[in-house]
């Protein structure tokens, strides 16, 4: 029996629903398997537990998490914290911490879902997202506070080592997918430094992998091409922030934001992964049970995947998909079903 640990971090909002709902699926899944096992512990680390105790993350709580095997993370944002605090405090050191410098954002028009988009249902696109630095490095400061002289800085970080690595990985992906097509998104007419660099180092490592298809458009193009000619893209390298972006886009054009999945991957296996959903918290919803569990779902089929359950990771996307495909929604994708009766679907599906 192939057994994995497994830590469970719901945090706040419809996160505690939706990782309930994605545990209960991975339950069945793993008992009507045979294969594996996987043995869960629960983090309570959220805003309520920040609120209480000062801190996110207690001492020596990331060397407790770096045992386990992955991470399977809800969401973490509250209204009554700023969202810069809640996001310092709990999610980013823990992919900065744990090195999960490739962040892996597919998108797709499951079966029964409509895209916003007409010819939608060709979206078929992964985003990889920098997820060590860049925009997000932290790198900056603020003086003179209030003053009319106030000054702030937020400085973004580009490493040759941290650029190449991430397309190393893009061009890895892209080149394992059908199309072997990968796209450079950068704004370096504009940035003419670390946009430039990164430019420069995707063509380097480019010449490794002669079957990849590549085009370089600027960020700002490339949101047309999304909307206006979404068939001619597949694998998408980006920054930190402008794959943040374009994974929202990505998400609100394969159908909604209740869908769509991600991993923080650290692909050295150094330290474990963190999967989650994108949509975040999502207070407006909270506790009226109808938030939609699928992206949650798919998440838990991109962890099995990347623990090597490759099987149980296609059961997985199988059984989401003959349950979009009966049209048993939540209200984001035009439906009356709730979190209880799609995650029931997906369980008797498994
Ligand atoms: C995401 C989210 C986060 C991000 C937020 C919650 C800070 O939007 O995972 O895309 O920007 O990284
Ligand atoms: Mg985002």
Redesign the pocket.
Known sequence: MREYKIAAIPGDGIGTEVIAAGLAALKVLAERDGGFKLNVEHFPWSSDYYKKNGYYIPDGGLAKLKTFDAIFFG???APDVP??V??WGL??PI?QGFDQYA?V?PARVLPGVTSPLAGGERIDWVII?E?SEGE?SGSGGRVHRGLPEELATETSIFTRNGVERIHRFAFELANKRPRKHLTLVTKSNAQRHGMVMWDEIFYEVAKNYPKVETQRVLVDAVTTQMVLKPYMLDTFVAT??H??IL??LAAALSGSLGIAP?ANLNPERKFPSMF?P?H?SAFDITGKGIANPIATFWTASMMLEHLGEKEGALRMMKAIEAVTAKKIHTPDLGGEATTEIVTSAVCDAL
Do not use: F, P, W
Request: with cysteine; glycine share 8%.
């Open positions: 969401a973490v944002g969202d810069h809640s996001l999610r980013l992919c962040n954002r997202r997820n997000y930190n922030l794959a943040d994974s929202d991600t989650e994108i975040g």
